[in-house]
T-cell receptor, first 114, second 112 residues
Framework: ETGVTQSPTHLIKTRGQQVTLRCSSQSGHNTVSWYQQALGQGPQFIFQYYREEENGRGNFPPRFSGLQFPNYSSELNVNALELDDSALYLC?????????????FGPGTRLTVT | QKEVEQNSGPLSVPEGAIASLNCTYSDRGSQSFFWYRQYSGKSPELIMFIYSNGDKEDGRFTAQLNKASQYVSLLIRDSQPSDSATYLCAVKLDNAGNMLTFGGGTRLMVKP
C-alpha cells in the first residue's frame, strides 16, 4: 500500500461529458502528478502540482485541467470527453530520497468513454 | 524515435532463472531511472531507482545503468511465478521537473 488513494475506481461517461477524478496524496508528500495509461502502453505524464500550483505539463490539451488543495489532495478534470480519453488515470505522489524524487502511484481510476 | 524504449515481450523464463529486462533512452541529460512493476489490472509499483553508473542491488533485484550507452537494465534473480508482470522503465529527463517518461513496458512470464 502506497498511502495514495483515488476515487472513483471505475467510471463510465459519454462522449462530450465532463469528469472529475480525485486523489489523496500520501501524508507528507507535497507533489502530485497525474498520468494517463492507455491499454497496453506506459503511463503518459499529464501534469504535476506542487504547493497548489501547476508545475509542469505534458502534451495534453487544455481540456485536461487540475487542482491541488492545501491538504495536498488533488483533482483531475477532463472536459468534452473523447473516446480516446478511455484509459487508466493514475495519480502519483512524490517524496524526496536524497536528490531523487520517488513517485508512488495510487490504484488508479479506470475511465471508459462511450 | 521514442524517448524510452523497451522490448514489449513477452519474455519467458523458467522458475529460478535470471530474468534480464532492458531499456534504452535517447536523452543524454537524463538524471534518474526507475523500474516499476505492474500486475494486470493494477497500478505501477516502484521496485527501485538508480542514478549513478554501475549496479544497484536490492534483494533479488539489480538495476544496472550505463549512461555512455544510454542503457538501463533490471535483473531479477531466482525468478518466481509471482514475478510475472509488466515491467516499466521510467526516466526523469533533464530539466523536466519530476516528470517521468515511461517506456511501453516488457511483459515477463515466469513458468513453473
Amino acid at each position: 500500500e502506497t498511502g495514495v488513494t483515488q476515487s472513483p475506481t471505475h467510471l463510465i461517461k459519454t462522449r462530450g461529458q465532463q469528469v472529475t477524478l480525485r486523489c489523496s496524496s500520501q501524508s507528507g508528500h507535497n507533489t502530485v502528478s497525474w498520468y494517463q495509461q492507455a491499454l497496453g502502453q506506459g503511463p503518459q505524464f499529464i501534469f504535476q502540482y506542487y504547493r497548489e500550483e501547476e508545475n509542469g505539463r505534458g502534451n495534453f490539451p487544455p481540456r485536461f485541467s487540475g487542482l491541488q488543495f492545501p491538504n495536498y489532495s488533488s483533482e483531475l478534470n477532463v472536459n468534452a470527453l473523447e473516446l480516446d480519453d478511455s484509459a487508466l488515470y493514475l495519480c502519483a505522489s512524490a517524496s524526496a530520497s536524497g536528490s531523487v524524487y520517488e513517485q508512488y502511484f495510487g490504484p488508479g481510476t479506470r475511465l471508459t468513454v462511450t | 524515435q521514442k524517448e524510452v524504449e523497451q522490448n514489449s515481450g513477452p519474455l519467458s523464463v523458467p522458475e529460478g532463472a535470471i530474468a534480464s529486462l532492458n531499456c534504452t533512452y535517447s536523452d543524454r541529460g537524463s538524471q534518474s531511472f526507475f523500474w516499476y512493476r505492474q500486475y494486470s489490472g493494477k497500478s505501477p509499483e516502484l521496485i527501485m531507482f538508480i542514478y549513478s553508473n554501475g549496479d544497484k542491488e536490492d534483494g533479488r533485484f539489480t538495476a544496472q545503468l550505463n549512461k555512455a550507452s544510454q542503457y538501463v537494465s533490471l535483473l531479477i534473480r531466482d525468478s518466481q511465478p509471482s514475478d510475472s508482470a509488466t515491467y516499466l522503465c521510467a526516466v526523469k529527463l533533464d530539466n523536466a521537473g519530476n516528470m517521468l517518461t515511461f517506456g511501453g513496458g516488457t511483459r515477463l512470464m515466469v513458468k513453473p
